[in-house]
């Protein structure tokens, strides 16, 4: 038996050229390997057709690839299509392909299952399991780039961290599969092409910041009034309002770049006069704009979709100080794929 063999796409362009050189190989063996893994996104040694027999020999007895697998694909009446993704170890995530008329998006999972237990979320009911590596996201996007080309002739234009799992809680490897899908050397994608989702995290947000990342960054807000978010997203009671506006200030400080705020409006819950103007106020202080996400039930009885005009109102008020406010339709209902809403049905 052989030893345990290493994912190769777990190696950093280093890593695989210290391989080479260490065998006496040249640099450069490395850069055509790199060139077949993150730009061609080929998943086997024999596909590396440029290197010698000698070479993908030596690849093969020395690393193997730890590939994912589309187990389910269910396709929505508007053309969604959404993957029940087979990891390595069987685990099961969700990647959704979204088609409108000018972009082919991908809505990824950075995690399996969640752990921060939004009270309107289907996914914060599966446990969390692990965080996902970075080429497990790669793959992901690999997989609905080339889904793009069969289903609707186009490449993927724009990727959004909305699927399962908290992005900023599985960071470093967030950050590496971002890296290796916006690099030259890599898929090419443009950061601006990228958006990363989170309940916010203050600490997280600021170190963003600092880190200098180029993706767009939205945070799932759902109320601006600490007694209403601690009760339907617990991770308010660990780092209110006040602080997650604190970093926001300091994310935009930094970067000079606004933020989106994600908001669902409920009855009875965030539909009031006090909670519109609580956002108006949170929306003075953060370089924001603000999509009005429709809600996707998830059986429970205490979230009900909020008047239309009650959004109307929110638009309004955002409007009159000058911040941009849509009211967003979601995607792909039918088959559970719309936000909030994944939760391995299909597995369970
Ligand atoms: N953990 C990250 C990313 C995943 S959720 C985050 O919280 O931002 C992606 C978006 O869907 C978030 O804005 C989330 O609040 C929202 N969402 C969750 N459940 C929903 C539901 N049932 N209906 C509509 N949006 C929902």
Known sequence: MNAIKKDIRSLSSDELTAFFIERGDKAFRAKQVYDWLWAKGVHSFEGMTNLSKSTRALLESSFE??????????????????????????????????????????????????????????TARLKRMRNLEPQEIFDQVLTIHRQGMEFFQRPLTNIVFMGMGEPLLNYNNVLSAIEKITSPDGLGLS?????????????????????????????????????????????????????????????????????????????????????????????????????????????????????????????????????????????????????GQLANKQAM
């Open 65 to 122: 690839f730890k590939l994912l697998q589309v187990d389910t694909l269910q396709r929505s009446t508007d053309g969604t299509l959404k993957n029940g993704v087979k990891l390595h170890d069987g685990l099961i995530v969700e990647s959704v392909l979204i088609p409108t008329e000018k972009r082919i998006t991908a809505c990824v999972s950075s995690q399996v299952g969640c752990s921060l237990n939004c009270a309107f979320c289907a």
């Open 191 to 339: 950061p601006k092409r990228i958006t990363l989702s989170t309940v916010g995290l203050p600490k997280m947000i600021r170190k963003m910041a600092d880190d200098g990342v180029k993706f767009n960054l939205a945070v799932s807000l759902h109320s601006a009034r600490n007694e209403v978010r601690s009760q339907i997203m617990p991770i308010n009671e660990v780092s209110p309002i006040e602080e997650l506006v604190d970093s926001l200030q300091y994310w935009y400080k930094t970067t000079r770049r606004r933020i989106t705020f994600e908001y669902v409006v409920w009855k009875g819950i965030n539909d009031g006069p006090e909670d519109i103007q609580a956002l108006v106020n949170v929306c003075k202080k953060v370089i924001s704009k603000v999509n009005l996400i429709e809600y996707n039930a998830i059986g429970e009885e205490r979230f009900q979709q909020a008047d239309p005009k009650v959004l109307e109102s929110y638009a309004l008020a955002l409007g009159a100080i000058g911040v941009v406010a849509k009211i967003r339709q979601s995607r792909g209902k039918d088959i559970d794929a719309a936000c």
